[in-house]
């Protein structure tokens, strides 16, 4: 299993991106997924996650801001981000845990981070 992150990119504040996260191999189920940044010479943080029942959390500095929300047919995970600050500059990463086949013909559960997708607000 292989994620694929996207849609990151530069914008204005006040502006909107809309981040992508498309998993790709043999997947039975999808559990929880998440989304993560890493901000300059900072750690990695939660910013939200949505499990399989479809409860969402996020972090508080983006409630009413991010929107997270996942195509199932698609295996594709989605952060929608409007009214952006300049503070939600950084590097963003998308994370999926479920189960599929990991190796070979072999199923069990995977864990896998995207690559990570830059977002640069200005102000």
């Known amino acids: 299993v292989q994620l694929q992150a996207s849609g990151g990119g530069l914008v204005q504040a006040g502006g909107s991106l809309r981040l992508s996260c498309a998993a790709s191999?043999?997947?039975?189920?999808?559990?929880?997924m998440g989304w993560n940044r890493q901000a300059p010479g900072k750690e990695r943080d939660l910013v939200a996650i949505?499990?399989?029942?479809?409860?969402?959390k996020y972090v508080d500095s983006v409630k009413g801001r991010f929107t997270i929300a996942r195509d199932n047919a698609k295996n594709t995970l989605y952060l929608q981000m409007n009214s952006l600050k300049p503070e939600d500059t950084a590097v963003y990463y998308c994370?999926?845990?479920?189960?599929?086949?990991?190796?070979?013909?072999?199923?069990?559960?995977?864990?896998?981070w995207g690559q990570g997708t830059q977002v640069t607000v200005s102000s």
């Open positions: 994370n999926m845990k479920g189960v599929g086949v990991v190796t070979g013909i072999t199923v069990g559960d995977f864990d896998e």
């Open positions: 191999g043999t997947i039975f189920t999808i559990d929880n």
């Open positions: 949505l499990t399989r029942d479809d409860d969402r």
